[in-house]
């Protein structure tokens, strides 16, 4: 079979430009009947829709119809698609009954119209909860499953995505508490990981995140270190900068700590010259300086500094008045101040004159042993044993009215008595050693067998202590 002209050839382009006339020659004969067809087929489906939806739509449009409330331009809007005269109207009922009205203009974000919105939402309450909060309530206890699929699915989420609603609305430990845990062992490093992919943290953070669950010492440890001699300054500034410190504030931190002398050993420093009064700051060693770094307020200071005058006792006051050291008015002042009533400090005043009349003599036999009875025996036994000084010794001896030769003789034999007398352990201190375990058994008899105590008494003394024989 032989082959056609080509396509090039000029018999093959007049064929194809008498084919391309005859085609558009038809369709221009054709087409307006086509247009005219399609154009009455839908003006013939809209006539019907007008009528088929114009009843329900005017039951669906009713109440908002009578609503007071709402404007004329919607009560226009309305009462149109209500009863639609042309296919315009037709169409806005299809767009209000597609979007229910009133959500429509909720959506529109018609401000204007807001009350009217919230009246008919309070009026048809149908809005479902999103997908998101309905997960959280199950997750939480205050719905059920169903309730949280059924909510889910009215805003397009269906039941595999909302399991995984559910799974983001699930709360986990805080981080925090869940790296306590694993710091104190609760918890292996595997729960620790899921707690920090739950948390949203990725797992690249893995080593970091544990880092974070060791606590480190504060900043004031350092400092507590080189206040204590633990660490020179050098050492003590890296590790307070290491854990936190700001260097800047590591002078001022390292000055506030520790504790001063009390007010009261201060005045003693002072008194005794190691100290002066004046001078402040962080390397002053002053009175006023440790009133400063202690807890008292700076107003109590001068008072405090009043307290350096020393007051005798009322003994030795009563002694310097006897012996015209000074006037019955500078007595009664001095006893005052050491707390004595007015009718008191009169009393020892009167007293004082009256014995500052009696002659002195040297005490008698029956004196002595008188003293030895009453109070005499306590000073002696207060003054041996460290319990007080000389000068209160001798200040007790003179309210006893010992002559002064006599006086200065007992303090003598009285130091040398006192020089070679040591403290020594109590019957419980040595018992409680071995309860110890300072001392055994042995120990404990040779300290009893030195001190007198007889056989019997020793073993009874050491069965008291030692542990109870096994059964």
Do not use: C
């Amino acid at each position: 079979m032989g082959r056609g002209p080509p396509t090039g050839h000029p018999l093959g382009k007049s064929l194809r430009s008498i084919l391309s006339r005859t085609l558009t020659e038809h369709a221009q004969a054709v087409l307006p009947a086509q247009v005219a067809a399609r154009s009455r087929g839908v003006q013939a489906f809209m006539e019907q829709m007008e009528s088929e939806l114009a009843p329900v739509a005017g039951g669906l449009w009713a109440e908002l119809l009578a609503d007071p409330d709402t404007p004329e331009e919607l009560r226009e809007l309305y009462s149109r698609a209500a009863t639609p005269q042309r296919q315009a109207d037709l169409l806005i009922q299809l767009v209000l009954a597609g979007f229910a009205a009133i959500p429509l203009l909720s959506q529109l974000g018609l401000i204007q119209y807001r009350d009217l919105i919230n009246k008919w939402n309070a009026k048809f309450p149908t809005q479902a909860l999103d997908p998101s909060v309905a997960a959280a309530a199950v997750q939480r206890g205050f719905a059920d499953a169903q309730f949280g699929v059924e909510e889910a699915r009215k805003g397009g989420i269906e039941g595999t995505r909302f399991g995984i609603l559910q799974e983001l609305a699930r709360s986990t430990p805080g981080l925090e508490g869940m790296l306590a845990l694993w710091r104190r062992g609760a918890i292996d490093t595997g729960r620790l990981r899921e707690a920090v992919q739950e948390a949203g943290v990725g797992l690249k953070w893995m080593p970091e995140v544990q880092a974070m669950g060791i606590i480190p010492p504060s900043p004031i440890e350092p400092l507590e270190a080189l206040l204590e001699g633990q660490l020179d300054r050098a050492e003590a500034l890296s590790w307070y900068k290491r854990f936190g410190g700001l260097p800047e504030y590591f002078d001022i931190s390292f000055n506030t700590r520790g504790q001063a002398p009390t007010p009261v050993q201060a005045l003693d420093l002072w008194n005794r010259g190691i100290i002066p009064e004046g001078g402040t700051g962080p390397r002053a060693t002053s009175y006023e300086q440790a009133f400063l770094e202690g807890p008292w307020r700076n107003k109590w200071m001068e008072a405090f500094k009043a307290l350096r005058v020393y007051l005798p006792p009322p003994r030795t006051i009563v002694t310097l008045l006897r012996n015209d050291a000074i006037s019955p008015a500078e007595a009664t002042d001095l006893l005052r101040k050491q707390g004595l009533t007015p009718d008191l400090a009169r009393a020892y005043v009167q007293s004082a004159s009256h014995e500052k009349t009696g002659p002195e003599r040297d005490l008698a036999k029956s004196e002595v042993v008188s003293l030895y009875e009453g109070r005499f025996i306590d000073v002696h036994a207060r003054y041996v044993a460290w319990k007080i000084d000389a000068d209160q010794a001798q200040t007790a001896l003179d309210s006893l009215h010992v002559p002064p030769a006599q006086k200065a003789d007992l303090l003598q034999v009285w130091a040398a008595e006192r020089a070679i007398r040591a403290p020594e352990l109590t019957l419980a201190q040595a018992q409680g050693a071995v309860r110890r375990g300072l001392w055994d058994d042995g120990r404990l008899r040779l300290w009893l067998r030195q001190r007198g105590y007889d056989p019997a008494e020793v073993d009874v003394l050491v069965a008291e202590v030692a542990p109870a024989p096994r059964r």
